[in-house]
Each structure stands twice: as structure tokens, then as C-alpha cells.
């Protein structure tokens, strides 16, 4: 399928990270409508077992023998709270799991339709991995188990209350004034976490990115023998990060602990109360009245009631590292107003045509300036196109554009359904000859033996065998190229382009890293390749002999 792209233009709505969230979780309600029936089926089931043991007691102490009845009641009870808790765990963790995937995907739409040179400016693989994984796996706690916290530190308290304001109006007035402390710690506790959890997360992103740029340059860094000095940088990032990471526990310690000394308190001067009631020392409003099954039942409510409210301070955390990692997730993925961002078709070039380019433009930025526009031209097969013009005209930036690698501000681009990339340094990976040749196979790499192999490497002019090849489509291929050429590297790279059969080829700056005597030994083989085969080729380059070569120009100006 050719794509043919077109920009139009669109206004994003810029959302706070708190907002962001709640966008994020649309269309989920019946994972919170399950959550919220498993609170309230927890609750019920509650009240059955809290009964029923009041009831044993209150009969036990009257000298009766209890009836089997309220072990039924008593049972059912906790089996349905049992249900209750699961139904609101296992809605908490699909709702995570559905959201984290959509979020997941989302991401990796908009990178692939910002193209790879977008996503190699925002940092190196581990960058954009921790984001993928680590960020988007920070939103897990708050969706599987603070928006269920949270639901149930409204619906169980206010039913608790409620029946607790039937039985007496003073316990349930305790209560009522008792609840709000909570939430109130924990709101003026969790106004400096998000700050820890942000710090801790760019931290995290760091080491990673830290990390993997050693990786990387081991070989040089061993060579100029700096792994002493590596190792020491890598030691010091990491215990960095413990430290932030050490000051989030301590956050978590402490703001749990504040919260058990408010909770037992509250729930000291309720048995306080209903104490004092059963021992007549209290004789106004309710006391009187109340019997010990009565009382019995408040207290074993009592701390049930402050526990979903413990629990959302608990899971209080998660929200603040859900808004840090917010801050970075949602400007990849913020909602958009309008028309779509890009508009893909099927359209293919006419016949003969390898390469259309209508009134097309660019700009880094939706304010910046242009780099180009109203580019229009078209490419026929056989034919040669030069790019040229000096540094920061923009030469790469069309190239990419023509192989839809980054998308145009505006215009279209109608392409042949099969191209093949030639950069200055093709990339190599570590493996044999033969399966980096057989990359630009088809998918049953089986159908290509090695006479295909060794026919594309000799039309490339790099004909086995070879003294500097000595272990034939066998030799081992290092990290960065190690083992061949810089000439070997670019007919091998040549070579996955014959073997592509692709119409279109488009070489950025082919012959930048080579010799003159390299170079001139290249080209001659590169433009006969494609002359035989009809290829139509455009070409970005600084150096005068390769445009010479062209059938024509196009030269682009500074911006």
C-alpha cells in the first residue's frame, strides 16, 4: 500500500496533567461500574458479619445459646464481601490493563507518524523505551487501584455512616466529623510528592539513556582506557537515583503513619463513647438506649469505615506518580480538534512515474519557519535526481520526507510501492553476511539460496570470493560495521537493494564517508545498476563528481 500524505491543519487542546487522566480513562465506565458494585457488595457483606457477631456476642453474654441461623448469615457475609474485593480487583487491573495498551498504541502511532528522524531527536532507544514502558507502566497504580480506592472511600464510608446514624446519631455524628481528617492529611501530604515522583522518574529515564550510551561506545571507551572513569559516572548516576528513589519511600513511610495515629484516634474516642453509654455514665441523647448488641456492632464498623479512606491515602502515591508521569505522556498524545492530522490514500504514481512531490512543505515546528515549500517535481524511472545545496537546506529533511520517514507540513507525496534507503554508512547488524543480505528478502528468507546472494553482491562489485572476506557470506559482521569497509559497507548496502528489486532508491549522501578512490570505484557500479534495472534515483549530496552524474538538479537554498 503506497501512502500519499497530506497535513492539514488542526488545533491541539493543551490539558492539564489531572485532566489528561481523566480523558485517558474514557470510555471505560464499565470497568468503574464493576469496581463500584464490588464496593458496595464489600459493604453489605460487612454489615451481614458485623451483625452477626454482635448478635453472638449479645446472646452469649445474656447466657442463650446462638442460633445456627446467624452462622449462615455469617458465612454469606464474608463470602460476599470475599466477591465484593475480587470484582473491584479484577476491574481495577483490566482497567489498567485496556488503558496501558491503548496508551501504548497511541504512542507508537504518533512516532511512527512523526517518522524515525522525529523520534531519534528526542533522545537515544533507552530514552524512548523508559517512556513506553516505565511511564506508562507508572499510570498502573493509579488505575488499578486508586480510582477503585477512591470510589470506595465514598460509597463505604457514607453507607457506614448512614447506619451508624440510625442505630445513634452521636456515634454516627463522631464519625461523620472524624472522616474528613483523612483526606485532609492526605491532600496536604501529597503536595510535595508529585515533585519527588517527576524527579524520580527523569531520574530513571537518565540512567537508562546513561547507561546505554556506555554501552554503546564500550569498544572506544576500552581503547582510550577510560572504563575506570565510565564505571564511576555509572555508579554515581545510580546512586543518584537510589537517593531519589529512597526519598519517595520515605514520603510513603511517613504519610502512612500520620494517617494510622488519625484513624485510631477517631476510632479511641468512638468506643470511648459507646463505653461510657453502656455503663450509664452517659444519660443523655441516645446513650440510654443503647444495648450492647447495638454498640458491639458501631465498633466493629468503626474501623472499616477509616480503612477505604487508608487506603486511598495509600494509593494517594500512585496519583501523584500517575500526574508526573502525565506531564511527559501527554504532550505525545494530547487530544486533537479538527481535521485529522494526515489523510492516507492509495494512490500510486502514474505510469512510468516513480516519484511525485505536489506543492510539498516542511517545517520543524508548527511556528517555525519553513524550511522549504511549494516543492513540486516528479520522478521517472530511469532517471537521476540530484539534491543539492549547502548544509541546512534541507537535503536530508526532503529525502526523508520523499520516504515518508517524516510527514510533510503540506502537499502530497505519491511514491512507488516498494523503495529501498541508502544512507552514507549503511547499518550493519551484528550477524553474518548472509542474513544481512537476506533482510531485503521476503519474509520466507528460504527462497533466496546464496547464488541469489552472491549474483547481487557481484552486480554491487563486491564479488565473492574475496581475500578480505576470507569466510565468504559466513564472515562475521561487529557492532558498527566492525570487520568491513567502509566501501564494503556501502556495496553490501547496494547489494540489499538489488536483492529488494525496488523501483525507487534514495541515497543520502552515498559517498560522504569514502575515498575518492573508493568513491570513483563505487559510482560506475551504482549508476549501472540502476540504469539495467530501470531504477529511478534521487540523490542528496555536497560532492560535485556524484551530481555530475545526474540528469538533473535540484539545488535548495539556505532558510
Wanted: with cysteine; net charge neutral.
Amino acid at each position: 500500500m503506497v501512502r500519499c500524505v497530506q497535513v492539514l491543519a488542526t488545533t491541539e487542546v493543551a490539558l492539564t496533567p489531572l485532566r489528561w487522566l481523566v480523558h485517558l480513562r474514557r470510555g471505560q465506565g464499565r470497568w468503574l461500574g464493576q469496581a463500584a458494585a464490588g464496593s458496595f457488595a464489600g459493604v453489605l457483606g460487612l454489615f451481614a458479619l458485623c451483625i452477626a457477631l454482635a448478635q453472638w456476642v449479645h446472646v452469649a453474654v445474656r447466657g442463650y445459646p446462638p442460633s445456627a441461623w446467624w452462622m449462615v448469615v455469617a458465612v454469606l457475609g464474608i463470602v460476599v464481601r470475599a466477591w465484593g474485593h475480587w470484582l473491584r480487583d479484577r476491574a481495577g487491573q483490566a482497567l489498567s490493563l485496556q488503558v496501558r495498551h491503548h496508551l501504548r498504541t497511541q504512542l507508537l502511532n504518533h512516532a511512527t507518524a512523526q517518522g524515525p528522524l522525529w523520534l531519534q531527536a528526542q533522545g537515544n532507544p533507552a530514552w524512548w523505551a523508559q517512556r513506553l514502558l516505565d511511564q506508562v507502566d507508572a499510570l498502573h497504580g493509579y488505575l488499578a487501584r486508586y480510582l477503585p480506592a477512591r470510589q470506595a472511600a465514598v460509597l463505604v464510608p457514607l453507607a457506614i455512616v448512614v447506619v451508624v446514624f440510625v442505630i445513634d446519631w452521636v456515634a454516627g455524628l463522631l464519625l461523620l466529623l472524624a472522616t474528613p481528617i483523612i483526606p485532609l492529611f492526605m491532600a496536604l501530604i501529597g503536595l510535595g510528592t508529585q515533585a519527588v515522583h517527576a524527579t524520580q522518574q527523569t531520574r530513571q529515564a537518565e540512567l537508562a539513556g546513561h547507561l546505554l550510551e556506555r554501552l554503546e561506545t564500550l569498544p572506544w571507551l576500552r581503547r582510550i582506557g577510560a572504563l575506570a572513569e565510565s564505571e564511576q559516572a555509572i555508579s554515581e548516576a545510580a546512586h543518584d537515583y537510589r537517593r531519589v528513589a529512597m526519598r519517595v519511600l520515605r514520603v510513603a513511610f511517613l504519610s502512612s503513619a500520620t494517617l494510622e495515629f488519625f484513624s485510631a484516634v477517631a476510632i479511641g474516642l468512638l468506643a470511648i463513647y459507646i463505653g461510657f453509654a453502656l455503663l450509664g455514665m452517659i444519660a443523655w441523647g441516645p446513650a440510654p438506649a443503647l444495648t450492647l448488641r447495638e454498640g458491639l456492632f458501631i465498633l466493629l464498623l468503626a474501623p472499616e469505615c477509616f480503612l477505604p479512606l487508608r487506603q486511598l491515602a495509600q494509593a494517594h502515591h500512585d496519583l501523584t506518580a500517575a500526574k508526573a508521569a502525565a506531564e511527559t505522556l501527554a504532550p505525545w498524545v494530547q487530544p486533537q480538534v479538527g481535521v485529522a492530522l494526515e489523510a492516507s490514500t492509495a494512490a500510486s504514481p502514474d505510469l512510468g512515474q516513480a516519484l511525485v512531490l505536489e506543492q510539498v512543505g516542511f517545517c520543524h515546528t508548527p511556528e517555525g519557519r519553513p524550511l522549504f515549500q511549494n516543492v513540486s517535481l516528479v520522478v521517472g524511472a530511469g532517471e537521476v535526481l540530484g539534491l543539492a545545496g549547502p548544509s541546512g537546506s534541507g537535503k536530508s529533511t526532503l529525502l526523508a520526507l520523499m520516504a515518508g520517514l517524516v510527514p510533510p507540513a503540506h502537499g502530497q507525496v505519491r511514491r512507488s510501492q516498494r523503495w529501498s534507503w541508502l544512507a552514507q554508512r549503511p547499518y550493519l547488524f551484528h550477524n553474518t553476511l548472509r542474513n544481512n543480505l537476506l533482510l531485503a528478502g521476503p519474509t520466507d528468507s528460504g527462497s533466496m539460496d546464496d547464488a541469489v546472494l552472491l549474483a547481487a553482491l557481484a552486480a554491487a562489485g563486491l564479488p565473492l570470493p574475496d581475500p578480505q572476506l576470507p569466510q565468504g557470506l559466513d564472515t562475521p559482521i561487529g557492532d558498527q560495521n566492525r570487520g568491513v569497509s567502509g566501501g564494503q559497507a556501502q556495496r553490501i548496502g547496494l547489494a540489499r537493494a538489488l536483492l529488494q528489486q525496488a523501483p525507487l532508491w534514495l541515497l543520502d549522501e552515498p559517498t560522504a564517508a569514502l575515498d575518492a578512490d573508493t568513491r570513483d570505484a563505487l559510482l560506475p557500479t551504482l549508476w549501472a545498476c540502476a540504469r539495467e534495472r530501470g531504477v529511478a534515483m534521487v540523490v542528496a549530496s555536497h560532492d560535485p563528481v556524484v551530481l555530475a552524474r545526474c540528469d538533473r538538479v535540484l539545488t535548495l537554498e539556505a532558510p
